[in-house]
């Protein structure tokens, strides 16, 4: 039997928590009847008063998106004890953020064809008049299909109807909003009441790009570093100085994308798909970058004694697959470092974590199980670290976990992976 505190609106059974903002929280849940398994986005108790009006219009604007390429919207409303919700598809991926804080960068192929599947999508937005203007790599998603890897665009929270007016509830006005994102957002969503429109899409796109090929953001440092980089016209560095497969034109592409005046930059995101797509000769890969493999072009920083092959190779040894879930590590001395996850196997995990670490060989790991949820504490070691920016990417190996928690581990990594079903579950 359902616990009342654990349904939202009598109907969804919220499982486990995926993600947390300060605004918003994001559950893995479960429909009562159909059995179908969903992610439910709710407020928390400290969102402010706009943050109700910005999920209900979010849910509007999902709802007349319907794209390969964009998150699904299949149900909104309000319950009595969660307040405002929007049911939404699940998807079983990782974000590009992780990624790249795993990889460092990608290759020249992979990069070109993720930001084309991103182009596509938006392609679709602009044409139903929505902006997006919150375009990052924590913002896409690679889940794994059948054709293989698809970059899926995430959260409309601060998305914008290009007919709304300036004052609408969604206007961007406080500092602590533009915080999060500002390596990603155009100069003009900066100026107080100046207006953003696909053109600041089109500058997103052009960030997640550089990034993807230089391992880092065009502006960095604080807000007040960027800001005044933008305001004295300094333009980002050369990606060609760091890597030499990146041809002229390609870096024209990105530069004219990071165009400060947008004016000055494609009028259309599906102009820079073409101005892309003409710098690599038309051909491009699938998107493969749920691989089990460790990649070879990354130049990681690592701060911990065991070697990344090592770890690789221990790795490869078991079945993996994405799974993004809040984890806590627990350090010999008491000291605790939170994170999430981005995939699971037998052996270890993969972490993400904005906080500061001490870099311990043997912590505990808590977490809950993939399947049904249960908070679980295991031991295990922390294998290697890696750092950009303010976060650290941790790799993580489990020791001697209980066979009930590798077995649905492995049973997870089986359904997730295509091998053998799990038996379905009965109603009790």
Known sequence: MAQTKDLLDGTYQLRREIARTPNSVVYEAEHLVTRVRVAVKTLTR??????????????????????????????????PSHGPYLVLELIEGRSLDGILLARQVLPLGQAVAVVMQLCDALRAVHHHGV????????NLLIERTRAGDRVKLIDFGIAKLSNEPQDAPDKISQLGELLGT?????????????????????????????????????????????????????LPPAIRTRRDDVSLELEAAVRKALELDPNKRFSTIAELAYACMSAVGGQLPAIDLLDAREPQAAKPTLTAASPVAD?????????????????????????????????????????????GGDDASHVRIRLPLPLSGRV????????????????????????????DVLAEIRKYVALMTGGAPAAPRIAG
């Open 376 to 403: 679980v504490e295991l031991e295990a070691s922390t294998k290697w670290v890696r750092s950009r920016r303010a976060q650290r990417a941790v790799g993580v190996e489990f020791r001697a976990a209980p066979n």
């Open 182 to 234: 500002i390596a990603y957002m155009a100069p003009e969503q900066l100026i107080a009441g100046a207006p953003a429109d696909a053109r600041a899409d089109i500058y997103g796109v052009g960030v997640v790009l550089f990034e993807c090929l230089a391992g880092e953001p065009p502006y960095r440092g604080t807000t007040t570093d960027i800001i005044s980089s933008m305001l004295e016209g300094t």
């Open 311 to 355: 770890d690789a190779a221990n790795r490869r040894r078991f079945a993996r697959a994405p799974y993004v879930t809040p984890v806590r590590v627990v350090t010999p001395g008491g000291g605790t470092c939170d994170g999430r996850t981005e995939d699971l196997s037998e052996g270890g995990l993969l972490m993400v974590t904005d906080s």
């Open 46 to 79: 400290t969102a402010p008063p706009p943050a109700a009006a910005r999920l209900v219009r979010e849910a509007r604007i999902l709802g007349a998106l319907r794209h390969p390429g964009v998150v699904a919207v299949y149900d909104a409303g309000t319950c």
């Open 131 to 138: 902006v997006h203007r919150d375009v990052k790599p924590s």
